[in-house]
């Protein structure tokens, strides 16, 4: 007993030490709840309030409290602990576990007793009696009406309409025991009188088949929420996002009203499916935002601060909830409330954001006029927490709102002499500049900013600098910044266009317009990928890597233009990206060199047999299988299939599942294509050839030097489906009997192919008959 003791004393100590490095540790807190139960109140009592102060909604650790009073009879601090919890957690069991309370108190009171018992119900249905586990309260309280004495006539009638009431409100609610409710009421309608029974029955028939369907499509959304799960800070894991979804799914399909209820009660539904929703989602504030847009849409004003006013409270960190909130007070025209929300952004002068002064300002322009504004605009630039962004709010608030540019100028000269050295503030100063068309006083702020700036934060200003000689200077000007400002990056490493002197890259950036460009799509996938090599042109072959992933090239043809804005956020430090540095850029004639690739420049094209698969001293054929020497492999595979080998690139990289790629090739349906990249006459000489009669015919179609596809003559397409028909007859058949291919990079590999058996044999080869690379005949 004594080991299992101290076992929970290692165990409780534990937790406690992981709420101090976190106290939103679900695991820990469960722990300590758990071992609370097993402690004396007065020990308990520490725990739990420690608990509460983190997971203020926390129905099971408010029972768990409660219920260790009772227990020992505290009534004083029971009562306490309720009107603590029970508004804000509206959860069955801890409602049952008051009105056990209550009955407890007040069972030995009499009929002054039960009357306040009767109270304690109604306030309680009142709450929650429309949740879908209320069932069991409906016939709790039914059950006490009936226990209920009637002394007199009179008073058998009262109760029999209480009951009545009760039993009509119950019925109509989608709860889980609303068929047994639906049976006892028949039954009971039955013993009182079954001529008004019938009636009765038959008035309350479709709104119980209401509530029985309804309750079937709620129940699917209920099933969705863990009931169990505690109050954290979103933390964006799988769960968390899932019960969000479920939440908003409820809500959705209450919002819906799918029973056809009136406003009030579907109102009242609604609000009660928010309230337990905030249960669990009570730092989301989204959640406290949807609820009070709700309200106000509603018509209930005051609910919807009340609302925010908790919602500020359960997150006082949450700038935007404030913002929200005094949006709501301006626009009903609270305009001193309003302000009160604001001043208690800036009340702490140490957290105070430059976004706070900002939004203070506005707000003090739209309700109170330029003078306010201009006064605290004075006040606010001298905190410490005043940056640029202040200064350009106020600068462009008078230019736009005030129409006075002359002001606008002044605050904008006032803040350069303070923030010279952000580029943010100096590309703000140009934009309101070109607004003025005040080209000299623009190039006087380039000048002095870019010899104030380090040359590592200068590269927007001088991207900007030069769209700027682009649209407002001449030829001269534009090419003398374009080359001052690859000399000033040069040194810095920071501009990739340093590497390339007078490139069709400058030309690109000097000729585009907005997204408008004076090349292909494909010319600037090119040009990007030369501008990569450039950087890398003097690097070792194992650092040949992509320095941005896959997106560094394809992204690079839109930095030629426009420059992008340097002020956007840097990416997520929470975010995992993949290591670049073993990336490399694919290309069929690279061979490995110990940890990197090199290209084969001693190949003219791809490998043939004798250089990509002799070379190698095994070959993987199926993935994840266990390799074998070529020589062994050769022996079984077809001389068609070995050729077919042959043709492939030498990749290095994973080895495909043949099991995958065959189920996928074998369910796919290939079709029989009748086009072909053409050839040019140049390609295709007329010297005919043996097994060249289809590539013969070919040339009679009109060449496409875009490399686009053309039609073949039907004799053509005749003679090419006659090959086909025999090629599938004779299965022994070989490369050398198969119709010549039309693509002009196969007739290339097959020249490879045959190179070597031609100079044995003294046959003619493909290469003999379409190009000069190889000879047709031994000498």
Not at 145 to 154: C, D, E, F, H, K
Not at 179 to 184: A, G, M
Request: proline fraction near 5%.
């Amino acid at each position: 007993m004594a080991e299992d003791g101290s076992g929970a004393e290692i165990k409780e100590k534990k937790a406690a030490e992981n709420l101090t490095d976190d106290k939103y540790n679900v695991e820990a807190s469960e722990i300590l709840a758990n071992e609370a139960l097993h402690l004396p109140i007065s020990e308990a009592a520490q725990i739990y309030e420690q608990l509460l102060l983190t997971f203020p909604t926390a129905a099971k650790f408010w029972k768990q409290y409660v219920e260790a009073h009772m227990a020992v009879n505290n009534d004083d601090a029971v009562k306490q602990i309720f009107s603590r919890c029970l508004l804000t957690c509206l959860q069955i069991p801890l409602w049952r576990c008051y009105i056990r309370f209550i009955r407890k108190v007040n069972e030995k009171k009499g009929a002054e007793g039960q009357e306040e018992t009767r109270k304690a119900f109604d306030f309680m249905l009142n709450y929650v009696g429309t949740d879908i586990a209320s069932g069991p309260v409906w016939m709790e309280y039914i059950t006490f009406l009936n226990s209920l004495p009637a002394m007199t006539g009179q008073e058998e009638s009262q109760r029999m309409t209480a009951v009545r009431k009760a039993y009509q409100k119950a019925i109509v609610t989608p709860t889980h025991h609303v068929e047994q409710l639906w049976k006892d009421y028949e039954n009971f309608e039955n013993s009182v009188s079954r001529a008004l029974a019938k009636g009765l029955l038959s008035e309350y028939q479709p709104k119980y088949n209401s509530a029985k369907a309804v309750y079937r499509e709620r129940k699917k959304y209920i099933d969705e929420i863990d009931w169990n799960m505690l109050a954290v800070p979103p933390t964006g894991s799988y769960k968390a996002e899932q019960q969000w979804m479920a939440w908003k799914r409820l809500l959705a399909f209450e919002k819906g009203n799918p029973q056809r209820i009136e406003s009030v009660s579907s109102n009242r539904r609604i609000a009660f499916t928010y309230e337990q929703c905030l249960m669990y989602l009570y730092h989301y504030p989204d959640i406290w935002y949807d609820y009070t847009t709700w309200h106000a849409k509603s018509g209930s004003i005051d609910s919807a601060i009340k609302v925010f006013q908790r919602a500020l409270k359960a997150l006082p960190d949450s700038e935007v909830l404030r913002y929200a909130f005094a949006e709501m007070e301006e626009s009903r025209g609270a305009v001193q409330p309003a302000k009160k929300i604001y001043e208690s952004l800036l009340s702490n002068a140490v957290n105070t954001t430059a976004l706070a002064h900002i939004q203070f300002i506005r707000f003090l322009r739209r309700t109170e006029g330029v003078e306010a504004a201009r006064k605290y605009f004075l006040d606010a630039r001298k905190s410490p927490n005043c940056t640029y962004h202040v200064y350009v709010a106020y600068a462009m608030m008078a230019f736009c709102l005030d129409k006075d540019p002359k002001v606008a100028h002044n605050v904008f000269e006032a803040g350069l002499k303070r923030f010279m050295h952000e580029p943010g503030y100096i590309l703000d100063y140009a934009d309101f500049l070109c607004r003025l068309n005040d080209d000299r006083n623009i190039r006087a702020l380039f000048e002095r900013a870019l010899s104030a700036l380090p040359a590592e934060e200068s590269v927007e200003v001088w991207k900007r600098f030069a769209q700027f000689e682009q649209t407002y200077g001449d030829l001269a000007s534009m090419l003398k910044v374009e080359q001052r400002r690859k000399e000033a990056l040069s040194r810095t490493g920071e501009d990739g266009l340093s590497a390339l002197e007078g490139s069709l890259h400058d030309v690109v950036s000097r000729y585009s317009f907005m997204d408008l460009w004076p090349c292909s799509s494909k010319d600037l996938d090119h040009l990007a990928r030369q501008e990569w090599l450039a950087k890398n042109i003097n690097k070792k072959a194992d650092k040949s890597t992509l320095t941005n992933g896959t997106s560094s090239m394809g992204g690079e043809k839109f930095s030629v233009g426009l420059a992008t804005d340097s002020r956007s956020s840097a990416p997520s430090s929470k975010v995992v990206y993949p290591d670049t540095s073993l990336m490399v850029i694919y290309d069929p004639r690279q061979k490995p060199v110990g940890t990197g690739f090199v290209p084969d420049v001693t190949a003219p094209a791809l490998p043939s047999i004798s250089s990509s698969i002799t070379s190698t001293p095994g070959v993987s054929l199926v993935g994840g299988g266990a390799s074998k020497p070529l020589e062994e492999i050769l022996k079984v595979i077809p001389p068609a299939l070995v050729t077919f080998i042959a043709q492939l690139p030498a990749v290095e990289g994973p080895s495909p599942d043949v099991d995958i790629v065959l189920s996928i090739l074998l369910q796919s349906v290939i079709p029989t294509g009748q086009t072909a990249k053409s050839a040019t006459s140049a390609q295709l000489p007329a010297a005919p050839a043996p097994s060249t009669s289809d590539l013969s015919g070919s040339n009679k179609s009109r060449p496409n030097p875009s490399g686009s596809s053309f039609k073949p003559t039907r004799d053509v397409q005749s003679r090419k489906r006659k090959d086909l028909d025999r090629q599938e007859d004779d299965e022994t058949a070989t490369v050398q009997s198969r119709p010549l291919p039309r693509d002009v990079f196969r007739i290339r590999q097959i020249q490879k192919a045959q190179g070597v058996t031609s100079s044995q044999t003294g046959s003619a080869s493909y290469g003999s008959a379409f190009s000069g690379e190889l000879s047709g005949s031994t000498e």
